[in-house]
């Protein structure tokens, strides 16, 4: 099975509708290579040569006057296609950041296709929907449902919201950043436990089969997880005997 090169990508930007000419203040985004989140990154603020929304600018806090001195998007748009280009984009509320890219790709000399036409997406707003109906699926509230710390997330940043992101979508789909034990974790050493023996004379365990809803919505969610992870869900694999 061929490795899967996924980024996790994020933006800020001036407003909420790039038709009314709103643009990018910057990108964040992480690398994630077999469901591992390697150190590659890219992130640049750009300078939008325009104002930002009052709205905006409380949400992620980056001012007109910290961006005039920033590159343009066409300054960076060759390194952002070199980095993305091929890969599965992993994006909260896909069709936002994926809008505002088509917007500025627009904007450009050269005929550039779509983001879609270059990548996968991967929406995973909608995937925690299918998870998690009926409850908030907004980017906090699926860190305390997986217990991923955004306690550096005071104002929303591309760069680090990517990085958060990176670890609720492993999350999500079932598996781990990263499994490595440090050396004091290697030199622990575990307290003996006494053996506690069960009653022979008592009765035999009831063992209560899952009823066929109960498989069926089970297979579902493997099937959700599967699809993804780009085929990454070890539980169907253990099952097919991989």
Known sequence: MATI??????????????????RII???CVEVVGRRITDNRFHCYLNPDREIDAGAQEVHGI??????????????VEDLLTFIKGAELVIHNAPFDVGFMNAELRRLAGGHAKVEQMCTILDTL????????????????????????NSQRDLH???????????????????????????????????????????????PLRVIRAAEAELQAHRDLLNTIDEASGGQCLWKQLEAGE
């Open 126 to 149: 909608t995937l925690a929907r299918q998870l998690h109906p009926g409850q908030k699926n907004n980017l906090d509230a699926l860190c305390r449902r997986y217990s991923i710390d």
């Open 26 to 28: 910057e990108i964040g």
């Open 63 to 76: 001012t007109a006057e910290f961006l005039s001195d920033k590159p343009r998007f066409h300054d960076v």
């Open 157 to 203: 940043g591309a760069l680090l919201d990517a990085e958060i992101l990176a670890d609720v979508y492993l999350a999500m789909t079932g598996g781990q950043a990263t499994l490595s034990l440090d050396s004091h974790q290697r030199g622990a050493v575990r307290t003996p436990t006494s053996v506690r023996l069960a009653d022979e004379g008592r009765p």
């Open 5 to 22: 090169r996924q980024v996790v990508l994020d933006t800020e930007t001036t407003g909420l509708e790039p038709t009314l000419g709103h």
